[in-house]
């Protein structure tokens, strides 16, 4: 079992716990952080019949009151209907302020119910209950959460932290090879970012029986960039490695390229252009693409630079005329780069060249 304590500049703390096994304890785990309540249970029909049950008997036993809600599975449940019929449940189980909602499933459901509870009565308590690695590696830790609007992905939502984060890691067991390879693109990319030994279990060592340890990894590193900046003013900006295109692709595909998969092309994109432009060695370019195709993930982009740099134009990351961009500078260390939104197509244009 791994436990790691985030605490916020504003005061907030949480503990992320991670080890096989947690859900069927989660009652006792979450009665040691809030009395026993009602409890607005969210999850999608996929992992409905593989894990509300346990959950459901697990916080029912420690006397919490449980309020399932199923919501259809895939990226389409971010959306404001979802959005509101969640609210409109919220209401009809008669939460109050001092209740709290639980996210079990992946990076949707914790979006989705994050953003619920953010704005239910101007903010109820949740817990992340991760079960996809996307998820367990980035998605339920540090409080970003938000509904994909018709015009762009994740353009309603807030910052609300939840008050624990609990990844039974028995629950990527039923995870299909796409859905584990989504998350080995967010994982990559944090040992991109700032964590060489995590890259290299994904370059040249054996994930399927390093999980705890990705995950681990991954959250110490999540944890101490949102602890330092939980609200993106600054270093945060660093964990949009690769999404600004792959917001785009998404996008461009009508969510048919999943989130994580987006990101690993995204992610191959600006290797290239850093390699292009001298700011990172081709060998590391090379190690960084090979690592990505070794964990079943495309590094090729069905969109041109002009259709991706139209989409990324509305993106949350541009402000005003400008945008920034993350760029790797070696396997461990990245740099934030401000440009014109007019200078984007050209920097997809250099991620684009030398696709095999
Ligand atoms: P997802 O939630 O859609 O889950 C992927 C699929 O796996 C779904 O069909 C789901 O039903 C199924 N599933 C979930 N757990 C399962 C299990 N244990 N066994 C079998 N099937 C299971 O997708 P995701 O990849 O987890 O998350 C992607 C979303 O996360 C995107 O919307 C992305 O924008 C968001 N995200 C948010 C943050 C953040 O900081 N808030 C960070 C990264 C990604």
């Given at each position: 079992?791994?436990?790691?304590?985030?605490?916020?500049?504003?005061?907030?703390?949480?503990?992320i716990?991670?080890?096989a096994?947690?859900l069927?304890?989660?009652?006792?785990?979450?009665?040691?952080?809030?009395?026993?309540?009602?409890v607005?249970?969210?999850?999608?029909?996929?992992v409905?019949?593989?894990?509300?049950d346990?959950?459901?008997?697990?916080?029912?036993?420690?006397g919490?009151?449980?309020?399932?809600?199923v919501?259809?599975?895939?990226?389409n449940?971010?959306?404001?209907?979802?959005l509101?019929?969640?609210?409109e449940?919220?209401?009809?189980?008669?939460?109050?302020?001092s209740?709290?909602?639980?996210?079990?499933?992946?990076?949707?459901?914790?979006?989705?119910t994050?953003?619920?509870?953010g704005?239910?009565?101007?903010?109820?308590?949740?817990?992340?209950?991760?079960?996809?690695?996307?998820?367990?590696?980035?998605?339920?830790?540090?409080?970003?959460?938000?509904?994909?609007?018709?015009?762009g992905?994740?353009l309603?939502?807030?910052?609300?932290?939840?008050?624990?984060?609990?990844?039974?890691?028995?629950?990527?067991?039923?995870?299909?090879?796409?859905?584990?390879?989504?998350?080995?693109?967010?994982?990559i990319?944090?040992?991109?970012?700032?964590?060489?030994?995590?890259?290299a279990?994904?370059?040249?060592?054996?994930?399927?029986?390093?999980?705890?340890?990705?995950i681990?990894?991954?959250?110490?590193?999540?944890?101490?960039?949102?602890?330092?900046?939980?609200?993106?003013?600054?270093?945060r900006?660093?964990l949009?490695?690769?999404?600004?295109?792959?917001?785009?692709?998404?996008?461009?595909?009508?969510?048919?390229?999943s989130?994580?998969?987006?990101?690993?092309?995204?992610?191959?994109?600006?290797?290239?252009?850093?390699?292009?432009?001298?700011?990172?060695?081709?060998?590391?370019?090379?190690?960084?693409?090979?690592?990505?195709?070794?964990?079943?993930?495309?590094?090729?982009?069905?969109?041109?630079?002009?259709?991706m740099?139209?989409?990324?134009?509305?993106?949350?990351k541009?402000?005003?005329?400008?945008?920034?961009?993350?760029?790797?500078?070696?396997?461990?260390?990245?740099?934030?780069?401000k440009?014109?939104?007019?200078?984007?197509?050209?920097?997809?244009?250099?991620?684009?060249e030398?696709?095999?």
């Amino acid at each position: 079992m791994n436990e790691h304590i985030l605490t916020t500049p504003a005061g907030e703390t949480y503990p992320i716990l991670t080890g096989a096994g947690l859900l069927q304890s989660i009652g006792t785990r979450l009665a040691e952080i809030a009395k026993p309540c009602r409890v607005m249970l969210v999850t999608d029909e996929n992992v409905a019949p593989l894990y509300l049950d346990t959950v459901r008997d697990s916080l029912a036993s420690a006397g919490f009151s449980v309020h399932p809600h199923v919501v259809p599975a895939g990226e389409n449940s971010k959306s404001i209907p979802v959005l509101g019929e969640l609210l409109e449940a919220m209401c009809e189980a008669h939460l109050t302020r001092s209740d709290l909602a639980a996210a079990l499933g992946g990076g949707v459901i914790g979006d989705l119910t994050g953003f619920a509870a953010g704005c239910y009565l101007r903010g109820i308590r949740f817990v992340q209950l991760p079960t996809t690695l996307l998820a367990a590696v980035d998605a339920s830790v540090g409080g970003k959460t938000a509904v994909n609007l018709v015009h762009g992905k994740n353009l309603a939502g807030l910052f609300h932290q939840p008050i624990g984060v609990y990844c039974d890691t028995g629950t990527l067991n039923t995870l299909t090879p796409h859905t584990l390879a989504d998350g080995a693109a967010e994982a990559i990319k944090t040992g991109i970012l700032g964590d060489g030994a995590l890259f290299a279990i994904y370059e040249s060592g054996d994930p399927a029986q390093s999980y705890e340890e990705i995950i681990a990894r991954a959250v110490a590193y999540k944890a101490k960039i949102v602890a330092e900046d939980p609200t993106e003013k600054g270093v945060r900006k660093l964990l949009n490695l690769g999404h600004t295109a792959a917001h785009a692709i998404e996008i461009l595909s009508d969510f048919s390229v999943s989130h994580g998969h987006a990101v690993a092309i995204g992610t191959a994109i600006v290797t290239r252009a850093a390699q292009k432009r001298g700011m990172l060695g081709s060998d590391a370019a090379a190690r960084i693409i090979y690592t990505l195709r070794r964990a079943q993930l495309p590094t090729e982009c069905p969109y041109t630079a002009a259709q991706m740099a139209q989409i990324a134009a509305l993106d949350k990351k541009a402000a005003g005329t400008g945008i920034t961009v993350i760029l790797p500078v070696r396997i461990g260390e990245c740099v934030m780069q401000k440009m014109p939104l007019a200078d984007l197509e050209a920097l997809f244009s250099d991620g684009l060249e030398g696709q095999s």
